[in-house]
């Protein structure tokens, strides 16, 4: 079955400086990559996705990008703010939603 | 538009009590999930339900029975609670495409 990586487990930037997460998968079936961002006592919420026929994808600070020959993705958050703080998931799965699998987490601190 | 709804959200339960965790989407989706969230681990798939009236095991279901009610709703049962059944578990829906929307979570102590 599907496997994901995500590193690193913790990660803490001042505000203002970007942050890097990266996530490896191992199934070669799987297409659709989303990250998903945890606040706490909240449930988890869609910020980005890309599929396998993009290999890269922004939406304003946040981007995305897939390397489909090494089997990784990675998120990518410009201009940190202290919102930005929570923990960040990746998954991967096929493009119906079957083996939906998540990574472990990473807990972004963004310090003022 | 309430999105995904889950009830309780917070449960204490004592080993061996039974329970049922409701979930219900008002986003007219087809699939619906139940996770349980443990620190370090991600969320993982307890059971999943493609449409109406099917239902599947994910990863970790041992322990746990789901019903899919009607279209809207997916509930979560616990038969007989251990302390390893403690977490926080989640709930959530997509349509045809893979994108999941999630509820507020309930959580679940065993002692």
């Known amino acids: 079955g599907e496997n994901v990586e995500q590193h690193p487990s913790t990660l803490s930037v001042q505000e203002g400086d970007s942050a890097v997460i990266k996530c490896t998968y191992s199934d070669s079936a799987s297409n659709y990559f989303p990250w998903y961002k945890q606040e706490l006592g909240k449930g988890p919420q869609l910020i980005i996705d890309?599929?396998?026929?993009?290999g890269e994808k922004k939406d304003q600070r946040i981007a995305v990008t897939l390397n489909k020959t090494a089997k990784h993705f990675s998120l990518h958050i410009t201009e940190t703010q202290p919102e930005d703080s929570a923990v960040y998931f990746c998954a991967a799965s096929d493009n119906y939603g079957q083996n939906f699998v998540f990574g472990p987490g990473t807990r972004l601190s963004v310090l003022p | 538009n309430a999105g995904v709804t889950q009830t309780p959200k917070f449960q204490v339960l004592k080993t061996g009590q039974s329970m049922t965790l409701q979930c219900a989407q008002d986003m007219n989706h087809n699939s619906m999930y139940w996770y349980r969230q443990d620190p370090g681990m991600g969320l993982r798939l307890i059971y999943y339900?493609?449409?109406?009236?099917?239902?599947d095991k994910g990863e970790v279901p041992n322990g746990y029975n789901v019903s899919r009610l009607n279209k809207r709703e997916f509930s979560l049962r616990l038969e007989s609670a251990a302390p390893s059944q403690t977490s926080v578990y989640f709930c959530?829906?997509?349509?045809?495409?893979?994108?999941?929307?999630f509820g507020p979570g309930t959580r679940l102590t065993v002692t």
């Open positions: 339900s493609a449409s109406e009236g099917t239902t």
């Open positions: 959530a829906s997509s349509e045809f495409s893979p994108e999941q929307y």
């Open positions: 890309i599929r396998s026929n993009v």
